[in-house]
Protein backbone atom coordinates (compact mmCIF):
# COMPACT_ATOMS: atom_id res chain seq x y z
CA UNK A 1 0.00 0.00 0.00
CA UNK A 2 1.53 3.55 -1.05
CA UNK A 3 2.18 5.38 2.28
CA UNK A 4 1.65 9.03 2.74
CA UNK A 5 3.19 12.21 3.69
CA UNK A 6 1.92 15.69 4.92
CA UNK A 7 5.12 18.31 4.38
CA UNK A 8 4.48 21.87 5.81
CA UNK A 9 6.24 24.70 4.22
CA UNK A 10 7.14 22.47 1.04
CA UNK A 11 6.85 24.72 -1.67
CA UNK A 12 11.05 25.54 -1.82
CA UNK A 13 14.12 24.06 0.30
CA UNK A 14 13.92 21.42 2.78
CA UNK A 15 10.42 21.04 2.31
CA UNK A 16 10.18 20.55 -1.52
CA UNK A 17 13.68 18.39 -1.58
CA UNK A 18 11.77 16.13 1.19
CA UNK A 19 9.06 15.48 -0.80
CA UNK A 20 11.11 15.02 -3.81
CA UNK A 21 12.91 11.84 -2.21
CA UNK A 22 9.53 10.40 -0.62
CA UNK A 23 7.79 11.24 -4.05
CA UNK A 24 11.29 8.97 -5.54
CA UNK A 25 10.50 5.76 -3.12
CA UNK A 26 6.72 5.66 -3.47
CA UNK A 27 5.11 7.96 -1.00
CA UNK A 28 2.11 10.28 -2.04
CA UNK A 29 2.40 13.48 -1.03
CA UNK A 30 0.64 16.72 0.56
CA UNK A 31 2.74 19.74 -0.22
CA UNK A 32 1.68 22.60 1.95
CA UNK A 33 2.09 25.95 1.43
CA UNK A 34 0.84 29.53 3.17
CA UNK A 35 1.51 31.79 0.33
CA UNK A 36 3.72 30.43 -2.42
CA UNK A 37 1.15 28.77 -4.62
CA UNK A 38 3.38 28.50 -7.92
CA UNK A 39 5.63 27.12 -6.65
CA UNK A 40 4.15 24.44 -4.33
CA UNK A 41 1.90 23.84 -7.54
CA UNK A 42 5.30 22.84 -9.28
CA UNK A 43 6.53 21.11 -6.49
CA UNK A 44 3.42 18.79 -6.81
CA UNK A 45 3.58 18.85 -9.99
CA UNK A 46 7.36 17.08 -10.20
CA UNK A 47 5.40 14.10 -8.08
CA UNK A 48 4.39 11.27 -9.17
CA UNK A 49 1.10 11.76 -7.01
CA UNK A 50 0.94 14.52 -4.85
CA UNK A 51 -2.08 17.88 -3.93
CA UNK A 52 -0.49 21.18 -2.74
CA UNK A 53 -2.90 22.43 0.08
CA UNK A 54 -2.88 26.26 1.28
CA UNK A 55 -2.88 26.16 5.08
CA UNK A 56 -1.57 28.28 7.57
CA UNK A 57 -0.36 26.26 10.21
CA UNK A 58 -0.21 28.71 12.98
CA UNK A 59 -4.26 28.31 12.42
CA UNK A 60 -5.41 25.93 13.91
CA UNK A 61 -8.27 25.40 12.17
CA UNK A 62 -6.24 25.43 8.87
CA UNK A 63 -3.97 22.55 10.51
CA UNK A 64 -7.40 20.03 10.80
CA UNK A 65 -8.24 21.37 7.13
CA UNK A 66 -4.84 20.42 6.24
CA UNK A 67 -5.35 16.85 7.76
CA UNK A 68 -8.39 16.54 6.44
CA UNK A 69 -8.09 17.79 3.11
CA UNK A 70 -5.16 14.39 2.81
CA UNK A 71 -7.84 11.86 4.68
CA UNK A 72 -10.23 12.85 2.00
CA UNK A 73 -7.50 12.17 -1.16
CA UNK A 74 -5.90 9.66 0.05
CA UNK A 75 -7.76 8.38 3.32
CA UNK A 76 -4.11 7.94 5.52
CA UNK A 77 -1.26 9.45 6.87
CA UNK A 78 1.88 7.85 7.54
CA UNK A 79 4.21 10.67 7.84
CA UNK A 80 4.21 14.22 9.07
CA UNK A 81 7.04 16.59 8.31
CA UNK A 82 6.93 19.96 10.36
CA UNK A 83 8.86 22.11 8.01
CA UNK A 84 6.61 25.50 8.21
CA UNK A 85 8.90 27.87 9.72
CA UNK A 86 9.28 31.74 9.88
CA UNK A 87 11.91 33.96 11.73
CA UNK A 88 13.01 37.92 11.83
CA UNK A 89 16.75 38.49 11.23
CA UNK A 90 17.93 40.85 14.28
CA UNK A 91 21.26 40.64 15.45
CA UNK A 92 21.62 39.36 18.93
CA UNK A 93 23.00 41.88 20.98
CA UNK A 94 20.21 44.16 19.69
CA UNK A 95 17.61 43.47 22.32
CA UNK A 96 15.43 46.36 21.06
CA UNK A 97 14.98 44.69 17.44
CA UNK A 98 12.73 42.57 19.06
CA UNK A 99 8.95 42.82 20.63
CA UNK A 100 6.61 40.89 22.04
CA UNK A 101 4.53 40.72 18.78
CA UNK A 102 7.69 39.45 16.54
CA UNK A 103 8.35 36.59 19.39
CA UNK A 104 4.39 35.63 19.62
CA UNK A 105 4.20 35.63 15.10
CA UNK A 106 7.59 33.33 15.35
CA UNK A 107 6.37 30.96 18.13
CA UNK A 108 2.79 30.30 16.59
CA UNK A 109 4.63 28.99 13.41
CA UNK A 110 7.42 27.15 14.89
CA UNK A 111 6.30 25.72 18.11
CA UNK A 112 2.37 26.13 18.12
CA UNK A 113 1.91 25.62 14.45
CA UNK A 114 4.26 22.18 14.94
CA UNK A 115 2.02 21.32 18.24
CA UNK A 116 -1.22 21.84 16.08
CA UNK A 117 -0.78 19.95 12.90
CA UNK A 118 0.65 16.71 14.94
CA UNK A 119 -2.34 16.94 16.79
CA UNK A 120 -4.17 16.82 14.09
CA UNK A 121 -3.08 14.01 12.24
CA UNK A 122 -2.42 12.01 15.99
CA UNK A 123 -5.27 9.83 15.19
CA UNK A 124 -4.59 9.22 11.66
CA UNK A 125 -0.60 8.51 12.39
CA UNK A 126 -1.47 6.52 15.87
CA UNK A 127 -3.61 3.98 13.24
CA UNK A 128 -0.73 3.82 10.42
CA UNK A 129 1.91 3.43 13.00
CA UNK A 130 3.53 6.32 11.55
CA UNK A 131 6.31 8.83 12.38
CA UNK A 132 6.94 12.79 12.47
CA UNK A 133 9.74 14.47 12.27
CA UNK A 134 9.93 18.30 13.04
CA UNK A 135 12.60 20.73 11.45
CA UNK A 136 14.31 22.66 13.82
CA UNK A 137 18.14 24.09 14.03
CA UNK A 138 21.51 23.76 15.45
CA UNK A 139 20.42 27.35 17.09
CA UNK A 140 18.08 25.61 19.40
CA UNK A 141 21.84 24.13 21.05
CA UNK A 142 23.88 26.86 20.22
CA UNK A 143 21.63 29.61 20.49
CA UNK A 144 22.90 30.69 17.66
CA UNK A 145 20.90 32.15 14.16
CA UNK A 146 18.90 34.77 13.12
CA UNK A 147 17.54 35.59 15.97
CA UNK A 148 17.27 35.21 20.17
CA UNK A 149 13.06 34.76 19.40
CA UNK A 150 14.42 31.93 16.34
CA UNK A 151 16.78 30.00 18.61
CA UNK A 152 14.23 30.11 21.36
CA UNK A 153 11.51 29.02 19.33
CA UNK A 154 13.94 25.89 18.16
CA UNK A 155 14.72 24.92 21.53
CA UNK A 156 11.58 24.68 22.90
CA UNK A 157 10.81 22.41 19.71
CA UNK A 158 13.45 19.96 20.18
CA UNK A 159 11.55 19.85 24.12
CA UNK A 160 8.56 19.50 22.47
CA UNK A 161 9.97 16.38 20.42
CA UNK A 162 10.91 14.46 23.30
CA UNK A 163 7.15 15.35 25.02
CA UNK A 164 5.51 14.32 21.80
CA UNK A 165 7.63 11.20 21.49
CA UNK A 166 7.16 10.57 25.10
CA UNK A 167 3.09 10.99 24.95
CA UNK A 168 2.17 9.66 21.23
CA UNK A 169 4.62 6.34 21.92
CA UNK A 170 4.43 3.34 21.01
CA UNK A 171 2.50 4.10 17.89
CA UNK A 172 3.93 6.86 16.80
CA UNK A 173 7.54 7.64 16.89
CA UNK A 174 8.87 11.73 16.77
CA UNK A 175 12.20 13.00 16.13
CA UNK A 176 13.54 16.27 15.15
CA UNK A 177 16.34 17.44 12.36
CA UNK A 178 18.84 19.85 13.33
CA UNK A 179 20.29 21.66 10.53
CA UNK A 180 23.39 24.37 10.32
CA UNK A 181 23.66 26.24 7.21
CA UNK A 182 21.50 25.20 4.52
CA UNK A 183 21.92 26.41 1.09
CA UNK A 184 17.77 27.10 0.59
CA UNK A 185 16.03 30.51 -0.96
CA UNK A 186 15.65 31.38 2.84
CA UNK A 187 19.17 32.99 3.14
CA UNK A 188 18.94 34.79 -0.60
CA UNK A 189 15.43 36.56 -0.02
CA UNK A 190 16.94 37.84 3.40
CA UNK A 191 20.29 39.20 2.37
CA UNK A 192 20.94 39.03 -1.27
CA UNK A 193 22.41 36.32 -3.19
CA UNK A 194 26.00 37.44 -3.06
CA UNK A 195 25.59 38.10 0.95
CA UNK A 196 24.52 34.73 0.75
CA UNK A 197 27.22 33.19 -0.62
CA UNK A 198 29.67 35.08 1.75
CA UNK A 199 27.34 33.73 4.75
CA UNK A 200 27.54 29.89 2.87
CA UNK A 201 31.44 30.01 2.38
CA UNK A 202 32.14 31.58 6.07
CA UNK A 203 29.90 28.60 7.59
CA UNK A 204 31.90 26.19 5.24
CA UNK A 205 34.69 27.55 6.83
CA UNK A 206 34.01 26.99 10.75
CA UNK A 207 33.06 23.32 10.24
CA UNK A 208 35.04 19.96 10.25
CA UNK A 209 33.50 18.72 7.21
CA UNK A 210 34.38 21.97 5.59
CA UNK A 211 30.87 22.36 3.66
CA UNK A 212 27.95 23.76 4.06
CA UNK A 213 24.19 21.34 3.28
CA UNK A 214 22.20 21.76 0.65
CA UNK A 215 18.28 20.62 1.09
CA UNK A 216 18.86 16.92 -0.22
CA UNK A 217 21.25 16.52 2.88
CA UNK A 218 18.71 17.23 5.04
CA UNK A 219 15.49 15.33 3.37
CA UNK A 220 18.14 12.59 3.29
CA UNK A 221 17.73 12.61 7.14
CA UNK A 222 14.33 13.71 7.52
CA UNK A 223 13.32 10.64 4.96
CA UNK A 224 15.71 7.85 7.33
CA UNK A 225 13.86 8.75 10.12
CA UNK A 226 10.38 8.35 8.22
CA UNK A 227 10.92 5.04 6.75
CA UNK A 228 13.85 3.41 8.91
CA UNK A 229 14.86 4.41 12.28
CA UNK A 230 12.83 1.66 14.17
CA UNK A 231 14.28 2.13 17.54
CA UNK A 232 14.94 5.83 17.41
CA UNK A 233 12.50 8.41 19.04
CA UNK A 234 12.63 11.74 20.84
CA UNK A 235 15.83 12.65 19.46
CA UNK A 236 17.38 15.57 17.98
CA UNK A 237 19.73 15.20 14.79
CA UNK A 238 22.18 17.44 14.13
CA UNK A 239 22.53 17.26 10.26
CA UNK A 240 24.84 20.41 10.68
CA UNK A 241 28.57 19.64 8.84
CA UNK A 242 29.86 19.34 12.73
CA UNK A 243 28.76 23.01 13.15
CA UNK A 244 27.52 21.99 16.87
CA UNK A 245 30.72 20.56 17.98
CA UNK A 246 33.09 23.41 16.81
CA UNK A 247 34.76 25.82 18.91
CA UNK A 248 33.36 29.08 19.13
CA UNK A 249 34.63 31.89 16.86
Not at 146 to 157: D, N, P, Q, W
Request: proline share 3%; net charge neutral.
Amino acid sequence: MTKVAIITGASSGIGAATAAQLDRRGWSVVINFSRSEAEASRVAAGCRDAIAVKADVAEDDDCRRLAQATLDRFGQIDALVNNAGTTKFVSHANLDGLTADDFLRIYRTNVVGAFQMTRACAPALKQSHGAIVNVSSVAAQLGTGSSVAYAASKAALNTMTCSLARSLGPEVRVNAVCPGYVDTPWHANAHGAERANQIAAHYAGMVPLKDFARPDDIADAIVFLIEGARQITGEAIFVDGGLHISPPR
